[in-house]
């Protein structure tokens, strides 16, 4: 089936620490997105890509990282200049970016500091 | 970016019809979306609708837009209790990134 998948599915970081979390998908989509959730808040943007090789950053990228290598690979690193990265991450895709083709989410990784 | 606002909480009984809505400040806005959310889990796309529109339906999901008052709603008709998550309204700007609001959360009750 087709979709996107977000591993792993928690994750907890120590002190220091970098981590990363997966995005893959197999919809053929150009587009990716990396959100983080915050209990009872709505999502906020962190990176963008349009297109394999290049990504822009969002309205709260400080102490994170990414990578487009590969259309179907969108990995989030959460460095430990991230000072408070507990929360949800979702992983988005879609089409092209101009918003005619919705984006689609994965399941989500739920990130705790130890 | 622009602020998205909607109410917290909604409860409806089984069966009867639920409005969701929503407010958006961003006039530029050219698409409008409605996601779902179960606990623990990601967005799914319910319906979206473009900014020339004013209605669109889908089976039991009616999504109404005032563009001139900037009003976006959902209307679930014949709620059941899996219909109990949070619904997120979001408008796309700059032609990517989503614009979230904070979500309501529905709880049906038997």
């Known amino acids: 089936d087709g979709g996107i998948t977000q591993s792993p599915k928690y994750l907890f970081r120590k002190e220091g620490q970098n981590v990363t979390l997966s995005c893959e998908q197999n919809l053929n989509h150009d587009a990716m997105y990396w959100y983080r959730q915050d209990p009872g808040q709505g999502l906020r943007l962190i990176y963008y890509s349009q297109i394999v090789n290049d990504f822009q950053k969002g309205d709260i990228a400080e102490g994170y990282s990414v990578s487009r290598e590969k259309k179907e690979s969108f990995p989030l690193t959460v460095t430990s200049a991230q000072k408070n990265p507990t929360a949800f991450y979702l992983c988005?895709?879609?089409?092209?970016?101009?918003?005619?083709?919705?984006?689609?989410f994965g399941d989500g990784t739920r990130l705790s500091i130890l | 970016g622009e602020d998205v606002e909607q109410s917290l909480f909604l409860s409806v009984r089984e069966g009867d019809s639920s409005v969701i809505n929503c407010t958006y400040t961003d006039s530029s806005s050219t698409y409008l979306y409605w996601y779902k959310q179960e606990p623990g889990a990601g967005l799914q796309l319910l319906t979206y609708i473009f900014s020339n529109m004013d209605m669109k339906q889908d089976q039991r999901l009616t999504v109404l837009l005032n563009k001139k008052d900037k009003h976006l709603s959902l209307r679930i008709a014949d709620t059941q209790t899996g219909d109990s998550a949070i619904y997120f309204c979001a408008d796309l700007l700059s032609g990517y990134a989503l614009n979230f609001g904070k979500g309501t959360s529905l709880l049906v009750t038997p």
């Open positions: 988005a895709s879609s089409a092209n970016s101009g918003g005619r083709q919705p984006q689609h």
